[in-house]
């Protein structure tokens, strides 16, 4: 997949959206990234703690466990924008025109409606370690250092209530693209040929930026 995005854009309210949505994606990808390089940090030092002081970091492994809807979760409504997630790509880029983007508009109904019932059974699961009552505002805690739960259990409802949005976007994309025949704010499907061109445009691109 070519990391350059395949949406196409234009002064419509539909794209404005698009890319104010993006902004919001494109922050939370930022602290996905982050997460992860936070986790390469605290492996050094726990590593180094035990190899030079026999002294690994404690609550290693809660931190982790903290950090893992960062990481798996932060980044996906931008990877839906940009189309760069595990697609049917065999079969459904055989479909051109109208067919395609009504396949296309059907799976997003599809998906919209599955996240939704994710974004309910996440919050409820977050509701049930959040008390205000509780030390930490917190029913349950890590096993080691007693981290709190809940501020991880939140992550996954924000994060899906952000893709819900970005899913809302595309069905309205795809909708307004089966009626006209033009895509706007949604992920095109790109051949081999296109890919390689966008690849070789941006490698292009990062070389002249470095010169």
Request: contains cysteine.
């Amino acid at each position: 997949m070519a990391t350059a995005s395949l949406v196409r854009e234009d002064g419509s309210l539909l794209s404005r959206m698009d890319l104010r949505v993006l902004r919001l994606e494109k922050l939370l990808a930022l602290v996905s990234g982050l997460a992860i390089f936070g986790l390469m940090v605290l492996a050094v030092v726990s590593v180094s703690g035990y190899n030079f002081f026999n002294i690994p970091l404690p609550g290693y492994v809660d931190w982790i466990e903290q950090a893992m809807p960062l990481i798996a979760f932060m980044g996906i409504s931008y990877v839906m924008r940009e189309g760069a997630h595990i697609r049917m790509d065999m079969l459904v880029g055989r479909l051109k025109g109208r067919a395609l983007y009504f396949v296309e508009l059907v799976s997003t109904v599809l998906v919209l409606i599955l996240m939704l019932l994710l974004v309910w059974g996440t919050w409820a699961h977050f509701d049930r370690s959040f008390d205000f009552a509780s030390p930490l505002w917190s029913r349950d805690s890590s096993i080691d250092i007693a981290l709190p739960l809940w501020p991880a259990k939140l992550l996954a409802p924000v994060a899906f209530s952000v893709l819900c949005l970005r899913l809302m976007l595309q069905v309205w994309g795809y909708a307004r693209a089966f009626v006209t025949g033009d895509a706007i704010a949604v992920p095109l499907i790109a051949d081999a040929a296109l890919q390689a061109k966008m690849e070789a445009e941006q490698m292009e691109g990062e070389h002249h930026g470095t010169n």
